[in-house]
């Protein structure tokens, strides 16, 4: 079987439509030939490029937007670094991709999952050259379908300012305001998801992790701590930052992840910090993941115990008053006959 013939210039440094092909001269039998890859309908890339993430496969089915259609839902939500949640299969070949009702229709193709959206108050973005929904829409728009604690972890993801931000760090993408705001004047399905999240949404949280400890804790009903908390000595000595800190009773809360455990540089710093802490009278409650997962009422258990032990009492709930039973006809019969006797 001969080679297959050298693609034009223009069509080999990346994907391409199947239009553009036959504008270049190709026929389809070039398109089948086993150099070149499909990963969507009507979209052809060289079989060594075959896309691999979300924003290779976006890139990949760009090709074939037209005007009025943007990357929205959970692929918006991957293109804005938004943690998406251990139950969503981040390798999965399907993209959201929607459209301005009066502009545009939604797409239908395979392993595309097409939205109409009629709110006017969506803007499309330019991110990493794709157009993708702004951030808070797209917030909104995985309200449909998230699970409120992970709607916490994005909402503290894209309110998040990096205390040392990098050169082209566009972080926070928005504000808390910002989200009352366009929530406030929301009319869809998952409002009632987003309003229980957004009143979970904190500043400076530096990784889903510790969203997902701090929820924990609070839906576990005891009292919601301090979040990144730089703690001194008396001496004014820097001796570390809490993930979370309970400052009245002297309490931090870790999650102690793996990749403490990746470079020995790291964990000794981060050994030596837990050590400085607890020298200085912290108590210092470190919980994996496994914590996070199948024992999650050990660590409420852990952090409860130390919560007590240094002087914190839960606030007695008030006592329950069951309304009056409703009488039934033959009770309210009853009742008549023995008034009337």
Known sequence: MRSPATLPD???QGPFSRLNARRAGLDDNRLRRSDLS???????????????????RCRSYSVRLRPGQFFSHDTAARLWMMPTGDARDLQSPQLHVSALTGIASAPTARSIRGHDVCDRSVDVHDRFGLPVSDVVSTWLHVGTSWAVRDLVAAGDAIVYAPRYPKAGDERPFTTIVELQKRLAAHRG???????????????????????????????????????NVDISDDAGRFLGRADLYYPRYGIVVEYDGDHHRRSRAV??????????????????????????RGETHRTVALVRKELLAAGWRPTPLPPVIHPPKPVGIRARYRQKTVDRR
Request: proline share 7%; aromatic share 4%.
């Open 38 to 56: 499909a990963p969507f309908c009507g979209v052809r890339v060289p079989a060594d490029a075959l896309p691999g993430g979300v924003l290779d």
């Open 267 to 292: 964990y000794a710093a981060d050994q030596q910090r837990i050590a400085d802490l607890r020298d200085n009278g912290q108590v210092v409650v470190r919980v994996m993941i496994e914590g996070l």
């Open 189 to 227: 399905r998952g409002k009632r998801r987003l309003l229980s999240a957004l009143e979970l949404v904190r500043e400076g949280v530096e990784s889903p992790m510790e969203t997902h400890l701090r929820h924990l804790i609070r839906w576990s009903g005891l009292p919601e701590p301090s979040i």
């Open 10 to 12: 223009a069509l080999s």
